[in-house]
């Protein structure tokens, strides 16, 4: 069955420090995959998207992701976090098979100490 | 330019009783999709409207039912309720060409607590 692991539940960075969030898949086939965060009162809002091409994909508010076939990963990286990042990321992916719907992870929510 | 709009933002009903959520997609958008988000959980998908009809359907029993208007707004109906179904029920909504690829934009959600 298609799966989602995030394997962090919450994560604590200082502000200025950089951060990685871990996604694994568990798919036949590269599915599209997706980053997005949900922060408190808020919809949920795209990050990034890999759809083909560059496994190195930039995003808004200075995210970036890596894909790695190899190890079927879609790590969320920046280099530098600010307050105003904490809130819950998810990964998601939408098979090609079944690209109607995503299939989310159980989320990772990160803590910014100032 | 109004994003995805949800009604009501929080409810309380009780088990056995029905309720409707309703979804109004961001403008220019004609695919409207429904999730179920349960405390500490990532989003589950329910089903997909297009066109006035059911695209896609998640693992959700019949007692998930949906619809699509015209000006592709949409409702989320929910009969017999039980504890488990208190969640926070996103809606999402998708540019012509794009629900495929998953790209969605998200209302805030209705949350809904069953006693």
């Known amino acids: 069955a298609q799966s989602v692991t995030q394997p962090d539940i919450h994560i604590t960075v200082s502000e200025g420090a950089s951060l990685e969030l871990r996604c694994n898949y568990s798919y036949g086939a590269t599915p599209y995959l997706f980053w997005y965060v949900q922060s408190p009162g808020q919809g949920l809002q795209l990050l990034l998207k890999?759809?083909?091409?560059?496994?190195l994909v930039q995003g808004i508010k200075g995210f970036e992701a890596e894909f790695k076939r190899s190890q079927s990963s879609f790590n969320l990286r920046k280099p530098s976090v600010h307050w105003s990042d904490a809130a819950e990321y998810f990964c998601?992916?939408?098979?090609?098979?079944?690209?109607?719907?995503?299939?989310f992870g159980s989320g990772t929510r990160l803590l910014v100490r100032p | 330019d109004a994003g995805v709009t949800q009604s009501p933002t929080h409810l309380i009903k009780t088990r056995g009783q029905q309720v409707t959520l309703r979804c109004s997609p961001k403008s220019g958008h004609d695919t409207v999709s429904w999730y179920q988000q349960a405390l500490g959980q990532g989003p589950q998908f329910i089903f997909q409207?297009?066109?006035?009809?059911?695209?896609q359907r998640g693992n959700f029993p019949d007692r998930f039912s949906g619809h699509q208007f015209p000006n592709y707004s949409s409702e989320l109906n929910v009969n017999a309720l039980w504890l488990g179904d208190s969640a926070l029920y996103l809606c999402a909504s998708s540019a012509p060409g794009l629900a495929v690829t998953g790209e969605l934009f998200f209302g805030e959600g209705s949350r809904l607590t069953v006693l």
């Open positions: 998601a992916v939408a098979p090609m098979d079944s690209s109607y719907k995503l299939i």
């Open positions: 409207y297009y066109e006035e009809e059911e695209r």
């Open positions: 890999y759809f083909s091409g560059d496994t």
